[in-house]
């Protein structure tokens, strides 16, 4: 081992020529000696470069175990059990709690749920369009079941920042409809939709909270013509981390939408949330 006296520093590798002097390591071959990882032969498309391990090689000791069990869980199938943290701490030769931490990033990113006292396989994200279809035709397209539970249907004086979205005069009545958005009976999001009174008068009698409200709006002549959204992270109140049943830690996909009908008139103004570990969200873009 190569040792300096205290006080001096060791000489600096020479400069490549051209190299610049920015901060940014300098490229070398795909090399990595953790076992675990195989880049490029592993690399899916989309998946992290190199595993998101650093050039250098140097992880957090979790990182490189939360890689194994990622390869683990690659290997299994939606809602199979993964071994406990006991047999995964004698697997991988480390500590319970760094085997904790590492599933415990996976859950956050959606790849592992709890369940009981254990932790299976969760399976793929719902990918929900950003587009003019309804959460209910997003769900069924992938084969699984939607569903919506009402927490709320309010009808109130709409105060002027609303009203400006949606094209009120302040003081006009607007309903809020707000319900918990279900994927095969789970928990999944929370959406509030506030619409003017006006467009639809009977809405607390006519309308089934459980169905889809684009279908409600088509069927009483009010199709959706164009919206404006905007997308963003954020971490629930505890009110809705309750509602949607999640910590209050789960980061959460918020969107923020103000749909217009086919005249360009607005029509409602949305805020709907979703748990970051279970949703993900698509977009056709055309040059």
Not at 183 to 198: F, I, K, M, N, P
Not at 208 to 237: H, Q
Request: aromatic fraction near 6%; glycine fraction near 10%.
């Amino acid at each position: 081992m190569n040792r300096h006296r205290r006080g001096t520093r060791a000489a600096a590798p020479p400069a490549r020529p051209g190299a610049g002097a920015g901060p940014w390591p300098r490229p070398h071959p795909c090399v990595c000696d953790d076992p675990g990882v195989d880049h490029p032969n592993d690399h899916v498309p989309g998946a992290p470069v190199r595993s998101g391990v650093p050039e250098h090689g140097r992880v957090p000791k979790y990182y490189a175990v939360k890689v194994r069990i990622a390869s683990l869980v690659a290997e299994l199938e939606r809602g199979d059990p993964i071994p406990t943290e006991r047999d995964l701490a004698e697997r991988y030769g480390v500590a319970r709690e760094t085997v904790r931490q590492a599933v415990r990033e996976l859950v956050l990113e959606g790849r592992l749920r709890r369940q009981g006292r254990g932790t299976v396989v969760a399976g793929p994200k719902l990918e929900q369009p950003l587009s003019l279809a309804s959460y209910t035709e997003g769900v069924r397209r992938q084969g699984r079941t939607p569903g919506r539970t009402l927490v709320s249907l309010d009808r109130f004086r709409c105060p002027p920042a609303l009203a400006a979205e949606l094209g009120l005069t302040p003081g006009e009545p607007v309903w809020h409809l707000e319900r918990v958005l279900l994927a095969d009976d789970e928990r999944v999001g929370l959406e509030s939709t506030y619409v003017a009174v006006a467009r639809v008068p009977r809405l607390d009698t006519e309308f089934d909270p459980d169905s889809s409200f684009y279908r409600y709006l088509r069927a009483r002549g009010i199709a959706v013509g164009d919206a404006d959204e905007r997308v963003e992270t954020v971490l629930a109140t505890p009110r809705e981390a309750l509602l949607v049943g999640t910590p209050p830690a789960l980061p959460m996909l918020l969107i923020h939408r103000v749909s217009r009908d086919t005249a360009g008139r607005p029509l409602e103004r949305v805020r709907g949330l979703y748990r970051g570990d279970r949703f993900s969200f698509t977009a056709r873009l055309r040059g």
